[in-house]
């Protein structure tokens, strides 16, 4: 009752507003100066703060306005720092203006320090908390997309917990890993690119091995992209980092507790048009393959329909953050329960942080940054698996139903009964994860710092299958156990001096030592006595019982020096040694390095007023040397295994197993990065262009190598490729007044990336030397990674109604051969980007974001059996439109051709443009004016009120009716672009609250 | 502040020294894997890598089948009626460059000399109290011999026979040596016949003088002169042929078996040398013996008796015929005549028997003929001692 009491109260208050402002008043006046010049400034508007009442100054910048003593004054200007007086029992009010910074004295985040905004000659993407603030994201991956030049970000599918494929500035490896070191707080997370942590599920892609992150935790995302930012991070630096700073509390601040609330309503996005029961029955009879539709299945059931489901998810974040004189901490709780669209899609998450630090003594800070979470997920499978929901509700028979007479779940057979394996089967992923890290800061004299953390990183992925006996004859059970953890330890000296005002001397030096472990146990069994026993303890047999266990370690130095004179010109050199055990003995330790300058042209005296408009305007290069270490954990040794390749009549024994090679190392990426930053009208115009090479050599390709070696191929640092292109920011606020402001930001990004050597692989046609990654796409010298190599399609001859094919040398053919295949195209874009618009009115905002991709082709494996002319599967509808009569222009061939069976071959009639335009997010959001928190007794400090719609929108080609442009079934790098059946990106409705108090 | 220094120097080094030592660390070795270098540096370690090269040779395309089949469908005594376009090559005598199906032979069986040659090389130098000259020798032994029996294997298949040319025709490089990373040492051309089959001669010379076991399912001093006598044979060296193959007959650990029911019964002292194959672990690819030779559904049917080879026996009385032969489904669905050497088409766990004393037998009755000698025994009795087995009847004379 006392809230329903206030709630009117508040209500009523609101409406009296304005009248009882009318009611007390008196008159206050002024004058308004620029605090440059001391003179006074007409134009200002003058506001009552919270109203629309006021005035603005005149000529001389005086002012005059009726106010009561309760009210506060607002006075802004464009380009001014805007200033807000209680008025309280003044009458004459002045006021100087500050100059509005540009935004350039903001502190960034870069590897082992940070560096203000003007001295910063590294290239780093900075994804800052005022951008992330009002994202909803599951994964920290997602933060990335679109928001960043130089970072393209690929979701493999619509799953919960799908895996991302991150690449910044292009793909860096072949063979190795290639996605870019993250760092949380210090931390270098474990990402699984050297061992699967989960199993594959159709597709050769696992779950998101960075899911444990809590986006809501993460402060700033910041990407270092060229050589003079990643050098640092030496033989780990070349894929780019990120690093991700969690929220931390501040010393003196009130706690400030947060809370936000959002539920959320997930569908799917897009649809594969499949015939129904009685569609496909009429087809066969009319292609001749039965003769009436009675002696056909009768059955009827619509299964892409019953795989898809309206999800329902929610999510609760709750944070304190504060700090007193010596303490300032973050706490952070989440909780969150999703539901996806494909039926049996679930993940739970909760998690927990705790940020602190000390100030122990006068000289002395100490604190710890802990993440401690679970994340749960039911997962389903998807890509090229009869067990994936997606995947076999299009292939299905559309009379096969999945229920007998009774209401009985039946085995349909080899395309399984997906409803009944969601219903009945179990498909878990249990990951927990603790990471996170102490640290002790010294101030050992002005300037000088001495740091030392030890960090941790403790993960258990936890696997369970079991499949009962209607889906799985027998029964199936499967449990798996990845732990991978690791510790590190680094102690950084840091220096940083002002002298004689003019020259700002900054070095750092550290040393790093990390060692990681992975194991993994395994059981499989089949053959269960029952459905109710759970575990593989059950099986009859036990066909897999296995453990493995994986070791590397890192030892490093490293160091950066950076001068800086009167703000203008700006060195900066860094250098790293890493010893690595991934590494051949003749190669332990490789030393990376970077040098970059730059040079702040808009701060000369003959700049100054040069070009009106500008303010600030700096061209920075910078150049060095950047490895990869992911080449996995021993491939340097002459390797020997045990095993059943190694047993003989019952008798264990060894064999050889891998051929050494002694010299291997990382592989190296020389990178030259040449940019120019520019800010505008007071800061209001941003813009930035970058270009970029990145020379990678040494890269890991496995030489064949003559037999009578004993060996079919050993690895070597040979392959060399670039990427190269340019990459441009723009940011501005178009309008900003005290009431409405509109932003919007536009980032693009061109990639080329051409492969320059394979020595010792095989050749194709023209001579170059290629690698195929799979059966459709190639690595090959002078083009991309990822070029596919398809025949090429041409149509159904009207005449005939032979599907036509066309030859290597262009002829029309009915029936190709490899020798007919050619280059038509590549899976990498030829650039990429988003751009964001943010309208401020009063308390609401108004947001959109799009993210796009151009020139990149993908290839639908699916429809080569989708679209098949004879009956194997279910058909897609196009299909009933095939060849009947001489002039048809039919999709699919006339049934009795002879190419009606190789029609859906695999060509590029199933390689489409993947070119796209998606509105990723469209958010409007109110927070409650502060007069009406106020008015409730001011208890809440902020409250807002959000809608978001994600995936809004995407403009495609017209052939990818079903398909979505941003897929990947597969993460390694020589396979890029192909899908079978991806769920698509999921459309989803959320409604938010997120209090402050 | 000097104060202050005092305290936090000693931290500061005493984290480098931490670091430092941390260096060594850096040296990881695999758990699930050896490294060759420490294979050879004790005695288990080169047993074990002596028992991979049986375990190598279980490989279908060494001595589990494929290569074997080959030579059947060449000789006529065999059909392939199955469909791998590669066998079908060699069936019609039409291979190409790119045939697989020879490649991976080529390969598999080098990967085996290979395994061979590091325990050649690697022995000689492990210094372990109590592993003495002779224990090494004889492991040294070992791997010779299989080193030769593949070798010897690859002659008959890479090269043409010794009588075309007198041994002077191209056959296999011969290498004898390691690979340590280097290919340049492999930019060898192949060698003569004669070269290889010296090569092949001084392998079993050494394993006859330094092989000790009588396990026959292992390397012995008998199956290495028995393989040997086979060398002399092919040569037409005969009297050295039937000398070593007498002394092989005389060896008791071999006897002739009194049926055909020894094949799949390593403890039979009909073998030589057999090699074991069991469900886990044997035959690998379905294109072994078992897979082959068995009619369908277990087996996949490919290869059926030809003609030419029921016409050769006498059907009703060759007990080598009557109890080794089944009727059944063969790859093309018709019902064929097939071997019943090998049983188990459905785990592939059939033995390969490599060298059996019946060839001994044989080796001496052809030698002895041949030379017009009578080393051990007379030809004849040798051909008719087998034919009473056969449950056929004496022949008086040879020709």
């Not at chain 1, 330790?589 to 040079?599: D, I, M, N």
């Not at chain 2, 500061?12 to 030592?21: E, I, P, R, Y």
Request: with cysteine.
């Amino acid at each position: 009752m006392k809230f329903m009491k206030r709630l009117i109260f508040i209500v009523c208050a609101i409406i009296m507003s304005t009248q009882l402002i009318s009611a007390q008043t008196k008159q206050v006046s002024g004058t308004v100066t620029s605090a440059d010049d001391g003179m006074g400034m007409p134009g200002v508007s003058v506001v009552i703060k919270g109203t629309t009442s006021g005035t603005s100054t005149d000529i001389d910048g005086k002012y005059s306005i009726e106010v009561k003593s309760s009210d506060i004054l607002v006075f802004s200007f464009v380009g001014m720092v805007a200033q807000e007086i209680p008025v309280g029992s003044q009458t004459v009010i002045n006021v100087t203006l500050e100059t509005e910074s540009i935004g350039m004295d903001e502190v960034v985040v870069v590897g082992y320090g940070t560096v203000d905004e003007k001295r910063l000659v590294q290239n780093v993407a900075v994804i800052d908390e005022e951008t992330l603030e009002n994202l909803t994201a599951t994964s920290s991956q997602e933060l990335l997309q679109g928001r960043a030049s130089g970072v393209q970000m690929t979701q493999s599918s619509g799953v919960l917990g799908a895996f991302s494929v991150v690449r910044v500035r292009g793909v860096g490896s072949l063979t190795a890993g290639s996605s870019p070191l993250v760092v949380v707080d210090g931390v270098p997370m474990n990402d699984g690119a050297d061992f699967n942590y989960t199993n594959t599920q159709g597709g050769n892609t696992g779950l998101n091995t960075l899911i444990d992150i809590n986006p809501n935790d993460i402060e700033s995302m910041n990407v270092l992209k060229d050589a003079s930012a990643t050098a640092i991070y030496g033989s780990r630096g070349a894929n780019g980092v990120i690093i991700i700073k969690t929220k931390s509390g501040s010393y003196k601040q009130d706690a400030t507790v947060t809370a936000d609330f959002y539920t959320q309503w997930t569908e799917s996005t897009d649809e594969i048009d499949m015939t129904n029961a009685d569609e496909y029955r009429q087809y066969l009879v009319d292609i001749g393959d039965a003769s009436s539709v009675d002696e056909l299945p009768q059955g009827s059931f619509d299964w892409p329909s019953a795989v898809t489901q309206t999800g329902f998810s929610y999510n609760a974040d709750v944070s304190v953050r504060g700090g007193s004189e010596r303490i300032k901490y973050y706490l952070g709780a989440t909780y969150s329960d999703q539901e996806g669209f494909v039926v049996g899609n679930e993940m739970q998450r909760i998690g927990g942080r705790l940020n602190f630090e000390v100030k122990a003594k006068e000289y002395l800070n100490i604190g710890a940054n802990l993440n401690v979470s679970q994340n749960k997920i039911d997962r389903v499978g998807l890509e090229n698996s009869t067990f994936a929901p997606m995947t076999s509700a299009y292939l299905q028979y559309p009379w096969v139903e999945p229920y007998d007479e009774n209401g009985n779940y039946i085995n349909t057979g080899f395309i399984a009964n997906v409803i009944a394996i969601e219903d009945l089967d179990l498909d878990d992923v249990v990951s927990k994860r603790s990471y996170g890290n102490f640290y002790a800061e010294l101030d050992i004299i002005d300037g000088l710092k001495l740091k030392t953390d030890f960090g941790f990183d403790q993960l258990s992925v936890e696997e369970t299958e079991r499949s009962y006996e209607i889906n799985s004859s027998g029964g199936y059970g499967s449990n798996r156990i990845v732990e991978d953890s690791k510790w590190l330890t680094t102690t950084t000296a840091s220096f940083d001096k002002l002298i004689n005002g003019m020259h700002r001397v900054t070095a750092l030096g550290g040393i790093s030592y990390e060692e990681s472990t992975l194991g993994r146990t395994w059981v499989e069994g089949s053959n269960f006595p029952l459905d109710a026993l759970r575990n593989v303890e059950s099986a009859a047999e036990k066909t897999t019982t296995s453990h493995i266990r994986n070791q590397w370690s890192l030892f490093s130095l490293f160091s950066r020096i950076g001068y800086s004179y009167a703000g203008k010109y700006t060195f900066e050199g860094s250098l790293r040694r890493d010893g690595s055990s991934r590494f051949g003995p003749e190669n332990k330790y490789g030393t990376f390095w970077s040098v970059a300058g730059g040079y702040a042209i808009s701060e000369e005296e003959f700049m100054q007023d040069a070009i009106p408009g500008l303010d600030f305007l700096k061209l920075t290069a910078s150049y060095g040397v950047s490895g990869n270490d992911k080449i996995g954990y021993y491939p340097s040794f002459f390797l020997y295994t045990a095993g059943a390749d190694g047993n003989y009549n019952g008798n264990p024994g060894l064999v050889p197993d891998q051929a050494g090679n002694e010299g291997l190392k990382w592989e190296e990426n020389k990178s030259l990065d040449l940019g120019l930053r520019s800010r505008w009208l007071n800061g209001r115009l941003r813009f930035d262009v970058t270009y970029y090479r990145k020379d990678i050599s040494d890269l890991l390709i496995n030489q064949p190598l003559t037999y009578i070696t004993g060996y079919d191929a050993v690895a070597k640092n040979v392959g060399e490729m670039q990427n190269s292109g340019f990459e441009f920011d723009i940011n501005a606020t178009i309008v900003k007044t005290p009431e409405l402001e509109w932003s919007a930001n536009f980032n693009m990004t061109t990639v080329k990336n051409e492969i320059t050597a394979l020595p010792n692989t095989s050749t194709d046609v023209n001579g170059s030397n290629f690698i195929a990654g799979t059966s459709a796409q190639r690595a090959v010298v002078g083009k991309s990674a990822n070029e596919f190599y398809l025949i090429r399609y041409s149509g159904i001859n009207p005449q005939t109604g032979d599907a036509e094919w066309l030859t290597a040398d262009g002829e029309k053919t009915t029936d190709p051969g490899d020798s007919d295949r050619v280059y038509v195209g590549s899976a990498q874009p030829d650039f990429f980007g988003g751009f964001s618009t943010t309208l401020k009115y009063k308390g609401f905002d108004l947001s959109g974001f799009f993210n796009y991709s151009s020139g990149n082709k993908i290839m639908v494996d699916g429809f080569r059996f989708t679209d098949r002319a004879t009956a194997t599967f279910n058909i897609r509808k196009k299909v009933l439109n095939y060849w009947k009569q001489p002039g048809d222009n039919a999709y699919a061939p006339s049934p009795s051709s002879s190419t009606a069976g190789i029609f859906a071959q695999r060509s590029d009639l199933f390689l489409f443009n993947a070119s796209y335009l998606r509105m990723k997010n469209l958010t409007l959001g109110y927070t409650l004016p502060e007069s009406t928190l106020n008015l409730m007794g001011g208890f809440i400090k902020s409250a807002r009120f959000y809608v978001t719609m994600n995936n809004v929108f995407t403009i495609k080609s017209n052939d990818l009716e079903g398909i979505d442009p941003e897929v990947t079934d597969d993460t390694d790098p020589l396979a890029q672009g192909e899908t079978f059946f991806t769920p698509p990106q999921s459309k989803s409705y959320i409604l938010g609250l997120r209090v402050s108090f | 502040m000097m104060k202050k220094i005092k305290y936090i120097l000693p931290i500061f080094f005493t984290m480098l020294l931490v670091m430092a030592s941390c260096d060594n660390d850096l040296d990881l070795v695999p758990e699930d894997d050896v490294s060759q270098d420490v294979i050879f540096t004790t005695s288990q370690g080169a047993e074990l890598a002596v028992m991979g090269l049986y375990s190598k040779c279980q490989d279908d395309d060494v001595l589990n089948g494929t290569p074997q089949s080959m030579g059947e469908w060449h000789a006529d005594n065999v059909r392939f009626v199955g469909s791998f376009p590669t066998f079908l090559q060699v069936r019609d005598f039409t291979i190409l460059a790119n045939n697989t199906s020879i490649e991976e032979v080529w390969r598999d069986c080098f990967e085996v000399v290979m395994a061979a040659n590091f325990v050649i090389d690697g022995v000689p130098a492990l210094d372990e109290p109590g592993f003495e000259e002779a224990d090494k020798n004889a492991l040294i032994a070992e791997a010779r011999f299989i080193r030769a029996l593949i070798y010897f294997n690859m002659a008959n298949w890479f090269s043409a026979p010794y009588q075309l040319s007198n041994g002077s025709n191209d056959c296999l490089p011969i290498v004898d040596f390691i690979f340590t990373g280097s290919t340049t040492e492999f930019e060898i051309p192949r060698s003569s016949l004669n070269d290889v089959h010296a090569f092949i001669a001084a392998d079993l010379d050494f394993a006859i003088a330094n092989l000790t076991g009588t396990d026959r399912t292992l390397a012995t001093r008998g199956a290495a002169q028995a393989l040997r006598a086979r060398l002399h044979l092919y040569r037409g060296e005969w009297s050295d042929a039937a000398t070593l193959a007498n002394a092989v007959i005389n060896d008791t650990n071999f006897e002739l078996a009194e049926d055909y029911s020894f094949f799949q019964n390593e403890g039979s002292k009909e073998h030589i040398f057999t090699l074991v194959n069991t469900a886990a672990d044997g035959q690998n690819s379905g294109e072994g013996f078992s897979g082959l030779y068995n009619p369908s559904p277990e087996g996949r049917g490919d290869a059926p008796f030809s003609d030419y080879l029921i016409n050769a026996y006498d059907t009703d009385n060759d007990l080598r015929f009557t109890t080794l032969t089944e009727q059944g489904t063969d790859a093309q669905n018709t019902i064929s005549f097939f071997t019943t050497k090998y049983v188990d088409g459905i785990t592939n766990a059939d033995n390969a028997p490599v060298i059996r004393i019946t060839e001994m037998y044989l080796t001496r009755a052809e030698a002895n003929f041949r030379a017009g000698t009578s080393t051990g025994e007379d030809p004849l009795d040798d051909i008719n001692t087998l034919r009473d087995r056969a449950g056929l009847a004496d022949l008086s004379s040879l020709s």
